[in-house]
C-alpha cells in the first residue's frame, strides 16, 4: 500500500511551535489537493488546512496560527504551527489527492504524528 509520513511531533508547552513534515512517495502523481487533519479522542477527524488550485483554506481555529506549505520538489508538504493551544493536542494526518501512474485518483494518508501540548 502506498502511504505517507508524517513526522515532527511531540510535546510542547502552550504557547510554543511545532512544524510537522509529510513525506510524499514518488509514485503518487496528479497531485490535486494537499492537506492536514486531525483526530483528538472520542471526536471525528477534522480539517486543519487543504490547499488545491491555488487556494488554501484553514479550519476556524487556526485562527491565523499554522501555515501549509511543499518543498520544492514536491516531495515534503509541511504544517508550520505556532502559538499552540491545548486543544491543539491530537493525531495529525497527511492527507494527499493524487493518484499512481496505473491507479485513479484517489485520497492518500499517513500514520498520523501526535501532537501534545501542555498548559
Known amino acids: 500500500q502506498v502511504q505517507l509520513a508524517e513526522s515532527g511531533g511531540g510535546l510542547v508547552q502552550a504557547g510554543g511551535s511545532l512544524r510537522l513534515s509529510c513525506a510524499v512517495p514518488?509514485?503518487?502523481?496528479?497531485?490535486?489537493?494537499m492537506g492536514w487533519y486531525r483526530q483528538a479522542p472520542g471526536t471525528q477527524r477534522e480539517l486543519v488546512a487543504v490547499?488545491?488550485?491555488?487556494?488554501?483554506k484553514y479550519g476556524d481555529f487556526v485562527q491565523g496560527r499554522f501555515t501549509i506549505s511543499r518543498d520544492n520538489a514536491g516531495s515534503t508538504v509541511y504544517l508550520q504551527m505556532n502559538n499552540l493551544k491545548f486543544e491543539d493536542t491530537a493525531v495529525y494526518y497527511c492527507?494527499?489527492?493524487?493518484?499512481?501512474?496505473?491507479?485513479?485518483?484517489?485520497?492518500?494518508w499517513g500514520q498520523g504524528t501526535q501532537v501534545t501540548v501542555s498548559s
Open positions: 492527507n494527499i489527492a493524487g493518484a499512481t501512474l496505473t491507479g485513479r485518483p484517489r485520497d492518500y
Open positions: 514518488g509514485i503518487i502523481g496528479r497531485i490535486t489537493a
Open positions: 490547499s488545491s488550485g491555488g487556494s488554501t
